[in-house]
């Protein structure tokens, strides 16, 4: 969530250990992993209905390819797919095409790796409703090309759990998931949040949630160093992951007490408010980040840690972009998908925030936020991305991924920087990184063809035609079709 429904989160120490660190975690847990492709003969009806590829070898010609690894984009390629791998890529006429294969000649189109969403929530919140999205949330991210999503923190985790192997199964269209558990803070907290006062109730809830299949674990605003140094390590004692939307514990702080991953960059970095209290979250710690200066020794000190500890950022850009008056612009599409009590909502906090605009920080803090980011990235951080549906209620799942992709060029990242961190850099925080999160031949075949060129033209983003989740490809306007209407109620 943003600031009322937020997370944060730490990547781990990249080493030749990693990727058999992901195996063992697929093994314990149940995460899609190595050699768990899903094939089109393991899907319900009711799921087939979305398919529009379904042969066991594709090609893909006359595409140009942004591959993931930062690379520059390549034109007039061929994609050939295999039993749901990647089996090669290569100049147009020199991949040799078998004649069994079903073949798309795709020219004016581009391919991308499926997106890995790193903070991307199953729950939409306006501000005034929060709703499981068990139907609209998993078609969106499919048709929107995200194919793998990370949570981040649940309202609802049981709803997550069945979600998981709903779609693991066969029986609902969606990306392979990774779930959290609900948030952990600190006393006080309400709602879905779980409060833990005591290191002994950290690592209680985390053996609980992670005995029910989390993967990932997330510390929110108000927990205290003791106890989230407690949860890190009894999650990581189990082979899991920690990330965390944090307030009263800072970046450093949490570095040191072992963190993997953290959230929303800037936007929720205590490290730089005037004489902090320990474990105290400053009330008004947004205001304060409009004085930092981004370019100064506190900031890059803050970066150099993180870099140094192998701590991963996690950015999500479009739904901090809602806090500044004016923006993001008002899709037709969005409007489309929200149930129309949705879309009042939206549009009346929205305009609220307009009226703020003399007296609001937002745009200069969105500003630094963007600065901090490609500072992170620049300086050899792991930048993943997710949409975080929450907040007012104007970044939908899938779509507000999408829009990362234009806000990270805005912040002065290469396309195909920007692209690396919307997929390869997701799956290399996961461990998943030798298995998917670029195009290249031997991976899993989650890939996303997009009519248009957005590389020259950032919004074509948004035209995603078929997104393939192990080699079977989904109609996206099928699946985007579907839900039309609902989202905010179902």
Known sequence: MTETSEELGRVPKFSTGLLAAGAFLAAVVGTPGAGSAQSVGELDESVLEYVSVSAPIVALTGVQVVDGTGAPPATDRTVLIRDGRIEAVGPDGQVEIPAEAEVLEKPDHTVIPGMVGMHNHTFYTTRGRSVQLEYSAPRLYLGSGVTTIRTTGAASPYSEVNMKHAIDEGREPGPRMHITGPYITGAGAGGHMTAVTSPEEARRVVGYWADE?????????????????????????????????????????????????????????????????????????????????????????????????????????????????????????????????????????????????????????????????????????????????????????????????????????????????????????????????SVEPGKVADLVLIDGDPVERPEEIRNVVTV????????????????EGVVGIR
């Not at 393939?468 to 839900?483: K, M, N, P, Q």
């Open 213 to 437: 299949g989390a993967s990932w674990f997330k510390a929110y605003t108000l927990i205290f160093r003791d106890a989230l140094g407690a949860a890190i390590d009894e999650a990581q004692s189990r082979g899991l992951r920690f990330t965390g939307h944090l307030c009263s514990v800072s970046f450093t702080e949490a570095v040191e007490l072992g963190i993997d991953n953290l959230e929303h960059g800037f936007f929720t970095n205590s490290d730089w408010y005037p004489n902090r209290e320990p474990d105290e979250c400053p009330p008004d710690l947004r205001s304060s980040l409009a004085e930092v200066d981004v370019d100064g020794p506190e900031v890059e000190e803050t970066i150099r840690t993180m870099v140094d500890a192998g701590v991963s950022m996690t950015s999500t850009l479009a739904v901090y972009e809602l806090t500044v008056p004016g923006r993001p612009p008002l899709e037709d599409r969005v409007e489309r998908a929200l149930a129309p009590e949705a879309w009042a909502e939206y549009l009346e906090t929205r305009e609220a925030i307009a009226e703020q605009e003399g007296a609001s920080v937002m745009e200069e803090v969105f500003r630094k936020g963007q600065e901090f980011e490609l500072a992170f990235h620049r300086a050899g951080g792991v930048l993943g991305a997710g949409v975080d549906p929450t907040g007012i209620g104007g970044a939908l799942p899938g779509f507000g991924d999408q829009r990362n992709y234009e806000l990270l060029l805005e912040a002065g990242f290469d396309p195909e920087e920007a692209v690396q961190v919307l997929t390869l850099n997701g799956a290399r925080i996961l461990g998943e990184d030798g298995e998917r999160g």
């Open 468 to 483: 393939f989740r192990d080699g079977v490809g989904y109609d996206s306007r099928a699946l985007i079709a579907a839900v």
